[in-house]
């Protein structure tokens, strides 16, 4: 609600009173607070139900945590309840993290090029649908000169 205040306090203050915006934003006012009022109980019972949940949410937590932390060996190292401030705990003040450095010293490597255009050939490539007699008729058509000329070779 006081976000549809806000928005016609907005629209008084830099449309004017007497603009039509304004009088759009006071009916939505309006029609807002109606409807608040008309689900008021069923809002607060939704509400209620909300607030219940969270409570067994947490306390079925803490039910699994109490049962799961009792089988457990205690770590006398490890951060009891009320051993400080929370605000004062890190999650970094427990952790270890490794480093290889041995990339490091590494000499740099040239990049490698990769096969040119003019390199490749027909032959460097696997016909995967499996016409390889198609595919030698054509090889041979190239090498011979007769691709593009319409002749039928007979090999």
């Not at 008021?40 to 803490?62: F, G, S």
């Not at 010293?105 to 995967?128: K, L, N, T, W, Y």
């Amino acid at each position: 609600m006081k976000d549809v205040d806000l928005i016609h306090r907005n629209s008084v203050k830099y449309n004017g009173a007497d603009s039509p915006f304004t009088c759009t934003a006071d009916e939505v006012v309006r029609s807002c607070k109606q409807t608040l009022d008309e689900y008021d109980e069923h809002l607060t019972q939704l509400e209620n139900d909300i607030c219940h949940a969270q409570e067994a949410a947490i306390a079925a937590a803490m039910q699994d945590e109490d049962q799961d932390g009792s089988n457990l060996p205690s770590n006398p190292n490890s951060p009891q309840p009320g051993d400080g401030d929370m605000e004062e705990d890190s999650l970094m003040d427990n952790t270890t993290t490794a480093h290889d450095e041995s990339w490091e010293s590494a000499p740099p490597m040239e990049p490698q090029p990769g096969p040119s255009r003019e390199s490749v050939g027909d032959s460097d490539f696997i016909d995967v649908v499996g016409d390889e007699e198609a595919m030698v008729t054509d090889r041979s058509k190239r090498v011979r000169g007769e691709e593009g000329t319409g002749k039928q070779g007979d090999s």
